[in-house]
């Protein structure tokens, strides 16, 4: 008699989706691997997993990581690895695939690659990859390495120039994913940017500032677009990306060494008071001064 013995099949899935699918030259996308347990339940745990992506040479990494590791999966569990990305320029992208790496309860090795993806990036004329030549305008932060969940306070200036009108300025805040604004003088737009509009007269300045909170460990990039004209030239309108990198870091790491600053305030031991050997031959000066001075007093 003729026995059949039917096997559970259980493996992992993994699949890559980006959204939007369509962006404009400057913003960026975001990229979701998700990986599955397919196995019904009871029927088995899949370990030691290994999903590694990629990210194509000239894009930018903007936050997140392309990499992960998973101990085990049960039947029917998901992880999902996040990450964002910038293209260089308008262009159709052709993203490849995530490869997935894993072992079944048998202890047998086995891969799976995701389908690949297609990027369109959209030219925008207006957004220059070079400084404003019109107006002085700068994205800057008083801390740029901060601990989880500290207050990072950004200010972006706009300074308009003496010989130029009133400059209109917009201006346009994207936090990175893994930070949150906890105030500011803007109004949210959707999409997790941030927008407010200022008037700068000729040869004045403007500080905007915003408060944000790093809710997420690992490096990161605050993007501040501007756009602005002058008088009521809106067809010649400007249109600027400033990049700030921010770095944060756990509760516990330690912060980068700090640059030892010498200075010449008297009795510390920066200036001439800290060269070697000079103290002493203070003291001998004014040995000598005292002795001289005894020495007059009884002549006379």
């Given at each position: 008699m003729l026995s059949v013995e039917i096997y559970p099949v259980t493996t992992l899935s993994v699949t890559k989706l980006h959204s939007p699918h369509t962006i404009e030259e400057g913003d960026t996308t975001t990229i979701t691997v998700t990986v599955r347990n397919t196995a019904a339940a009871g029927m088995g745990e899949m370990r030691d997993i290994v999903v590694t992506d990629s990210v194509p040479s000239d894009f930018a990494l903007v936050s997140g990581a392309v990499r992960a590791e998973y101990t085990v999966l049960k039947?029917?569990?998901s992880r999902t690895l996040q990450y964002v990305i910038k293209p260089p320029l308008g262009d159709t992208f052709n993203l490849e695939p995530a490869e997935l790496s894993y072992y079944d309860e048998s202890?047998?090795?086995?891969?799976?690659?995701?389908?690949?993806?297609?990027?369109t990036v959209i030219s925008s004329p207006g957004l220059q990859p070079t400084a404003p030549q019109n107006a002085s305008v700068k994205l800057?932060?008083?801390?740029t390495d901060v601990v989880i969940e500290d207050d990072i306070m950004l200010k972006l200036s706009a300074v308009n120039l003496i010989t130029k009108p009133v400059m209109h300025v917009q201006v346009i805040i994207i936090p990175p994913s893994g930070m949150s604004v906890a105030s500011s003088g803007f109004a949210m737009s959707g999409a997790g940017q941030f927008t407010s509009n200022y008037e700068v007269d000729p040869?004045?300045?403007?500080?905007?500032?915003?408060?944000?909170?790093?809710?997420?460990?690992?490096?990161f990039t605050v993007e501040g677009r501007v756009i602005y004209y002058f008088g009521d030239d809106m067809a010649g309108a400007e249109d600027y990306t400033l990049e700030l990198p921010i770095r944060v870091r756990s509760a516990d790491a330690h912060p980068p060494p700090a640059t030892p600053i010498t200075t010449s305030t008297p009795g510390d031991q920066g200036g001439i008071l800290g060269v070697p050997g000079f103290k002493p031959v203070l003291l001998v000066i004014g040995l000598l001064i005292v002795l001289i001075l005894r020495m007059i007093n009884r002549q006379t």
């Open positions: 039947p029917d569990e202890g047998d090795h086995h891969t799976r690659r995701s389908d690949g993806a297609t990027l800057h932060g008083a801390r040869g004045v300045g403007r500080d905007i500032e915003v408060r944000i909170v790093a809710n997420q460990v690992g490096d």
